[in-house]
């Protein structure tokens, strides 16, 4: 099975601009969430998705967003983007997120600069 | 602010000795994992422990969970070069996962 791919691997913006980040979870695998991870706050929890809908949300302002699709493939979307969202963006993927022995299982990030 | 606390943040010990690793949460779990993160890449799933098991072993690995005290431990025994990397543990609360800081390792050999 081909794991959880990202794309891009690498994005250098500027602030004031925009940003989408995708996701592909391993097939079969219904649940998508996503991470910040930086070396002040580590690795925090941004939203989750499951079956098209967001089940989970941490606790980020609006200006991050994200969907999921009918393939499960996700998207996620940083607007008005500012110096400090320069960070790695995690992706993870699992069967269904609420089994109690789910594992995530992690792509290899878009490490995303902002300028 | 972080679930999952962890200690110590770094660690430097040589191959053949054991590393071990102390992870701290908050609020109830249906599980507790652990994850190993090379350099900036993505996470890597090492073993997984539900709320009602107490210990479990996976090879040179061996984990611990007190849900009286919300706390959980790695150990990993004989080490290797090749274990360092830095090791999240991530309190699982149906589907919700925090993560703890992080314990950098570092195996000389």
């Known amino acids: 099975k081909a794991g959880v791919t990202q794309t891009p691997r690498y994005l250098i913006k500027t602030r004031g601009q925009q940003v989408t980040l995708s996701c592909s979870p391993i097939?079969?695998?219904?649940?998508v969430s996503w991470y910040q991870q930086t070396p002040g706050q580590g690795l925090q929890f941004l939203f989750e998705?499951?079956?098209?809908?967001?089940?989970n949300k941490g606790n980020f302002p609006g200006r991050f967003s994200g969907r999921q699709f009918s393939n499960s493939r996700s998207e996620m979307n940083v607007s008005t983007l500012e110096l400090g969202d320069s960070a790695l963006y995690l992706c993870?993927?699992?069967?269904?997120?609420?089994?109690?022995?789910?594992?995530?299982?992690f792509g290899p990030g878009t490490r995303l600069t902002v300028l | 602010s972080q679930q999952g606390e962890e200690d110590p943040q770094a660690l430097s010990i040589q191959e053949g000795e054991n590393a071990t690793m102390n992870c701290s949460y908050k609020?109830?779990?249906?599980?507790l994992q652990w994850y190993r993160q090379n350099s900036g890449r993505g996470l890597v799933h090492l073993i997984l422990?539900?709320?009602?098991?107490r210990e479990k072993h996976s090879g040179r690995l061996r984990v611990t969970l007190d849900t009286s005290k919300k706390s959980s431990s790695l150990l990993i025994t004989a080490s290797r070069a090749a274990d360092t990397a830095s090791y999240f543990c991530?309190?699982?609360?149906?589907?919700?996962?925090?993560f703890g800081a992080g314990t950098q390792v570092v195996v000389t050999p």
């Open positions: 609020t109830s779990i249906n599980n």
């Open positions: 097939s079969g695998h219904r649940s």
């Open positions: 998705y499951f079956s098209e809908t967001q089940r």
């Open positions: 991530a309190a699982d609360s149906w589907g919700k996962f925090q």
């Open positions: 422990i539900r709320s009602n098991e």
């Open positions: 993870a993927s699992s069967m269904s997120g609420t089994s109690g022995t789910d594992t995530q299982y």
